[in-house]
């Protein structure tokens, strides 16, 4: 999708961090934004900040888990603003700990936001996107989580790899219809993330097996991995090339070659050192077609 001027952008999680980063990103292109919190007082202050930088934005209070509210987010931005084009489903929680010790409720939470508010997302705008038969663009916001892990927060890995999956089968299913889909997988980004976690938490979900990420009494600002993290607008203008490009991956940082060439090699090692079964092949060959990921593989890498 090249044109994006005065088309409409609906953005998930976009009251901080990497969501406002791309509010601000997309709006410095000429678009309309719709932003959409559950955090009112920050949503607030967002919309302010975009709207004295001349740009159209409106706030949307929605808790992405809601699926009722979608409907309604959904009929008010078109009324308002106008149909959606790009949708950015961006909202996410954080939970630090030794997978085990995840309690039944930090799953249902990390789960409910992370992947099912993506759900919901995909659900509320694919099929709108598709009547209106003007194309559009995806962008969904999982992690350097969904790639890999070195263990500790295995609520927030398996979201985010989930969320992977569900990017790349919308993408192969959107394309017909002239939609593209991006799964951004971000770095570290300067943002609210361990806060507003806390923050939008539910009081009556009880006990969590997280610890705290930045141990108590040391600056979030004096920590080597936020100070050297990216900013929101800067992954901003990344999704907005990766938007123009039609990439699959939008990834920030090249400093995860290492591990992703290791996990692909990881992967290779483990198949069965046996002859392949042309049978096989013959019998599988729709579910053995690589070109969604070939397609990129021969794409020029961003710069
Ligand atoms: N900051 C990083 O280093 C980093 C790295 C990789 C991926 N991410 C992902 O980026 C996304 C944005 O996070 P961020 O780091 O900018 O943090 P952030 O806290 O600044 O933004 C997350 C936003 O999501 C909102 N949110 C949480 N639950 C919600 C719900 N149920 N309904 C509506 N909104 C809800 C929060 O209020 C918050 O404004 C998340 O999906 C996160 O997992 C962040």
Redesign the pocket.
Known sequence: MDDLRGKVAFI????????LGLAHALAAEGMRIAL????RD?LQSAVRGLAAQGASALGVD????DRAAWATAADRVARELGPVQVLCS?????FVGPTQDATFEDWDFCLG??LG?AINAVRTFAPRLIERGAGGHIVI?????GLYTSGGSGCYVTS?FALVGLAESLRADLAPHGIGVSVLC????K???F??TV??RPQALGATGSVPVIPPGVRREDTPIFAT?LS?EEVGRRVVRGIRRNDLYILTHPEIRPVLEARAAALLASLPDEPVDPRRVAATEGLLDASLYAREAAKAPPR
Not at 12 to 19: L, N, P
Not at 90 to 94: I, L, R, Y
């Open positions: 998930t999680g976009a009251a901080s961090g990497i969501g959409a919190d559950v955090r920050a929605l808790n992405v888990v961006n909202a996410g929680v954080n936001v992370n508010g916001t999982a992690s350097v989580s985010k971000p770095g570290p980004v943002s609210d993330l806060e507003s923050a939008v993290a929101g």
